[in-house]
């Protein structure tokens, strides 16, 4: 996928991550040359993570992440929990259940 063929939404998505990112690095005082020391990863790296490059891999955005202390952020992304769509597609393919009419009738 090219910076051409990816939809809009997405291309934004990712261009704010790479801004949140960017500003969560400066809040805490790191350079990016730090950042690159912590995470392991190239400066080049950190600098098309912080543009939202959409050809950088996701493992380096959450490394990333990891390095700052915002991985509990990872674990909400795509949370079932928080999918309301997908939890009303899901109830609408289960079965409908027999429902009781009250007690048993006594007459055999």
């Known amino acids: 996928m090219t910076q051409e063929t990816i939809p809009l939404a997405v291309d934004r998505a990712v ?3 790479g801004a949140n990112i960017a500003r969560a690095r400066l809040r805490r005082g790191l350079k990016q040359v730090d950042l690159a020391k912590k995470t392991g990863l190239g400066l080049g ?5 912080e543009a ?14 990891w390095a700052m202390g915002l991985e509990r952020e ?8 928080r999918d ?10 289960q079965p409908e259940r027999a429902t009781s009419s009250g007690g048993l009738d006594a007459d055999f």
């Open 45 to 49: 790296t950190i600098r098309r993570i």
């Open 52 to 65: 939202g490059n959409i050809s950088t891999a996701i493992s380096a955005y959450f490394v990333v992440l």
């Open 74 to 81: 990872i674990e909400n992304l795509a949370s079932p929990d």
């Open 84 to 93: 309301e769509e997908g939890k009303t597609l899901e109830a609408a393919r």
């Open 15 to 17: 261009i704010a991550l």
